[in-house]
C-alpha cells in the first residue's frame, strides 16, 4: 500500500506544478505566433505543449534504470504471446502502459499539421521515435528488454488516439500554416 501511494503521491505533486507551467508555456507561445502572424496560434500552442507534456513522463519512466535483465526480442508478437500466461494485471501494465506512450503524440499531431493529418503518417512518426526509445533502452543498458512488440504497440497507441481525435484534425487550419 505505501508503494502505491508514494507512486500516486509522485504523479500528484508532479501534476500540481506541471500543469501550472504547462499553461504558461500555451499562453507564452501562443502569444508568440499571434505576433509571428501564425493563423491558429492558441490550437498549434495546445497541440505542441500538448505533446510535449503528454509523452514526456512516459519516455521518463521508459529511460529509467531498473534491475531486470537487458535483451532484444525482435520476432513479432512473440513477447505478447508470453503474455498469455501472465498475471492479468501485468498485461494490463504492460499493454495498457505501451498503447499509452505516444498516445499524446498521435492524438495531438494531426491536430497540430495538417501534413501529419493521416493515419500512416501519425503511424510513422510514432513507430520511428518507438524505434529509437527502443534502441536507446538496449545500447544504455538500462535493464530493460527492448521489444519489437513495444514498438508495435506504441505505434498502435498513436493510431488509436489520432482516431480519437480524427474530428479536430489539422485539415480545418490553412495550408502552410506550420512556422519554421
Known sequence: MARTWELWGNVI??????????????????RHRVRA???????ASIADVGIAVGTAPWIWMTLTPRNGQTGVSLVP???????VSAPWEAVLVQVGGNLLVFAALGALLPVRS??????????????????????????????????????LLNTAGAVIFALVTRRWWAD????GTVPR
Open 37 to 43: 502572424g501564425h493563423p491558429a496560434p492558441l490550437r
Open 172 to 175: 480545418r487550419i490553412p495550408a
Open 77 to 83: 508478437f512473440k513477447d505478447l504471446t508470453d503474455l
Open 114 to 151: 495538417r501534413a501529419m493529418s493521416s493515419l500512416a503518417r501519425v503511424a510513422a512518426v510514432a513507430a520511428a521515435f518507438s524505434v529509437i526509445v527502443e534502441i536507446l533502452q538496449y545500447a544504455l543498458r538500462l535493464g530493460r528488454f527492448s521489444s519489437v512488440d513495444d514498438v
Open 13 to 30: 505533486i508532479a501534476g500540481t506544478f506541471a500543469l501550472p507551467l504547462a499553461l504558461l508555456a500555451i499562453l507564452l507561445l501562443s
